[in-house]
């Protein structure tokens, strides 16, 4: 990926954690994946994350991290996705953006 994406000025974003339930997306896994972000810190440009701010790997400044899941009430739906509310996400699990799909789209408001 990067011997083709870095020339064109591309970048990649790595899946660290996800926001399902269940998830195989986690523990070592994260910390491989982000200690992988740091040996090409000239291609990746972040992760999909869930909670960084938990992470043992420190991956430093100027890597984002987007964080799926996310609606204004905390819960889970009957598809095994764990919500968390905007706040959580940003003010206590270090996250930089926010992603959300069925929390619009399914939101009764």
């Known amino acids: ?5 870095l020339p ?3 970048g990649c974003l790595l899946l660290a ?3 399902s339930k269940g998830t195989l997306a986690a523990g070592d896994y994260t910390e491989a994946v982000a ?3 740091m040996e090409h810190s000239d291609f990746v440009m972040g992760f999909i994350s869930v ?3 938990s992470w043992k790997t420190s991956t430093g400044p100027g890597l984002i991290h987007m964080t799926p899941g996310v609606q204004l009430a905390k819960g889970g739906d009957a598809l095994g996705q764990q919500y968390n509310t905007p706040s959580s996400v940003i003010g206590e699990r ?3 953006v926010i992603i959300v799909g069925r929390g ?6």
């Open 51 to 53: 909670n960084p701010a």
């Open 94 to 96: 270090g996250s930089d």
């Open 1 to 5: 990926l990067k011997t083709v994406g």
């Open 17 to 19: 954690e996800m926001s």
């Open 35 to 37: 200690k992988a972000a």
């Open 104 to 109: 619009i789209i399914k939101a009764d408001d």
């Open 8 to 10: 064109k000025g591309r």
